[in-house]
């Protein structure tokens, strides 16, 4: 008999296929949306981390210890000596790349036209493995060292009526806590992936910016990355050692992931996430509970029959059991693969969010490309298949509950 | 009679005090005019102090009446910049800039050099009437000084402060105290004068510590070192085309 059961049961599925079929597509269509849910995290945490290290942090950001204790007051002044940290980090075999900034916050003044724009000294040559320019340039070139020269971002270009040759005049705080102004002309318009810095970012040489803002030799940001499988943390506890025992100067020496608080939001988000699917599911289920419940009470009097014929309560449970199970795998795994493929495509072309986005200081790109994930897609079709068949567990003990006496007397 | 006697009596010793009381807007004026030169030259500094430290900054300063002034900074950090406030705006130079910055409405409450001291207080005007309604509140002693308190509305919304209430002295109409508020009564500034010198039978500031009250643990000693009144100044001192030179 229990070799027979699930041949029984995948038989039913088709005694009225409407119903099973409506089950089957409420489960595939849960399935599906929550594989397109994950995929679609995945591609912001991905998309977030390799901004946050490319274009904020790096993997590792070093600074002066002070700075963010101060810095909403753009305490300029509190720079650190790349120099002489130079040595400490390329001694450092698990340090890939490393590159300096000066983020400043400036009025960018044009004739009687002003606004508000965030500056940043960069070496161009460096930072190659962390912004590649070249690739996002929409116009121009890149700005050469030494010379008072600027990439823009293009909406901040389009909204000052801006472009190639333009001369703007940046008035900021300076490293002696006065202030000063500099004309730069815009040499290259820049398109980057997050919305806020197309918005207002001017990218302008390291030494030029040193030199304007009184910083001598000083850079205020040492950003690091590192090399695949790097420990993060150890890299963080040596450098900080070490740069504190050889140079006897204490710095802020902190990772990405402890930088930014936005991207530990994301990771509990998705810890959410995983029960909000748990409750899509669920509900998705609901409709395979309520066609077990109205098979068992159209099968009323088989159920007697089954039971006077000396079937046991724990055989027809299985039996409806099955019958739930039988949809919701097949349900769930059309549901999964719809979802891995629209995953897939949206993927290729990327999810446009620019309109939405704009305005939006946020460190995520205006196009998500959802990724792909086997394992995900897998775990999705089992946890669904789990929460489905569980669900019809409930119906389903109701049949073995059913008297034998009781169910005969269903016409 | 009799019993008018009293009150006659007080009538006759107010008489004199009530026929020569000043109105607000005479002290007012009074305090405009002693302040004001056909034409000034000076040198000071600003030694501000705030929780990174204290520096100073040095400056050689013209004027021109009531509305025109030139501040050309001499100290290594702001070697040549200038500020010149004429005909009612306000013109930055920088030397790293091929732009003058023009300065206008909210900007001029900005602080200048990270001092406690705006652009707008360093350049203003010398026509207090013609922007605030003043209000005599009554009389004040302040460091031994018999002093009369004002206090000044602002008739539009253009000026850096919409009240400010101002302690004058009696004798010598200078401005020995000075609280600066937003239209609700919250402090923004405070000014006072540590340390006087006298020009032309005129008393004026040699010291003043002006305090921004909207950052903590700041201030700022504004010192004129050498003063010279009505110098011979060239005309074009005041101009944009001279302020690029």
Partial sequence: MMTKLPNIAFRNIFRNFRRSLLSAVAIAVAAMSIVILFGLLAGMDADMANNLQSYYTGTIRIQHADFEKYERYNPIHLGVDWQSIKTIVNDNNQVRAATTRINFPANMYLGEKSHGAMGFGVDFSSEKDFIDFPSILQAGRLPQQGKNEILIGFALAREMSLGLGDKVTLLTTTATRASNAFTLEIVGIVGFPVAALNANSIWAPIDRIQKFLGMEEQVQQILLLLKDKADEKQIVNQLKNEIESKLGTVTDIRSWRELNKLYGMLKIAKTIYYFIAMFFLILGSTVIINTTMMIIFERMREIGTLSALGMHGSELTKLFLLEGFFISLIGSAVGVIIGYIANYYMGKIGLNFTEAMSGIDIEISSILYPQTSILTTVGVWLYAVVISTLSTFIPSRHAAKIQPVEALRYV | ?245
């Fill in chain 2, 1 to 245: 009679m009799y019993k008018k006697l009293p009150f006659l009596s007080m009538l006759l010793l107010l008489l004199p005090s009530l026929l020569f009381a000043l109105t607000a807007d005479e002290i007012i004026g009074e305090m405009d005019r002693l302040s004001t030169f056909e034409t000034t030259y000076l040198t000071g500094s600003i030694q501000t102090t705030d929780r990174f430290g204290t520096k100073t900054s040095r400056f050689n300063s013209w004027s021109q009446g009531k509305k025109d002034s030139l501040i050309e900074f001499t100290s290594a950090a702001e070697r040549g910049q200038k500020i010149l406030r004429t005909e009612g705006s306000l013109y930055l130079f920088y030397p790293d800039a091929e732009q003058l910055i023009r300065m206008q409405g909210a900007a001029l409450r900005q602080s200048m050099l990270g001092s406690d001291i705006s652009y707008e207080d360093m350049t203003e005007e010398k026509t207090t009437l013609d922007n605030y309604e003043a209000k005599l509140e009554g009389e004040e002693s302040f460091k031994n000084r018999d002093c009369y308190v004002l206090l000044l509305t602002a008739k539009s919304r253009s000026v850096a402060y919409p009240i400010q209430k101002i302690w004058v002295d009696k004798q010598t109409f200078l401005v020995w105290k000075a609280e600066y508020s937003t239209k609700q009564g919250r402090l923004l500034k405070e000014m006072e004068v540590l340390e006087t010198f006298n020009v032309e039978d005129r008393v004026l500031p040699k010291q003043s510590k002006i305090e921004d009250k909207m950052k903590k643990n700041s201030f700022t000693l504004m010192t004129i070192d050498s003063f010279e009144a009505n110098p011979q100044l060239d005309k074009r001192i005041f101009t944009l085309e001279n302020l690029t030179w």
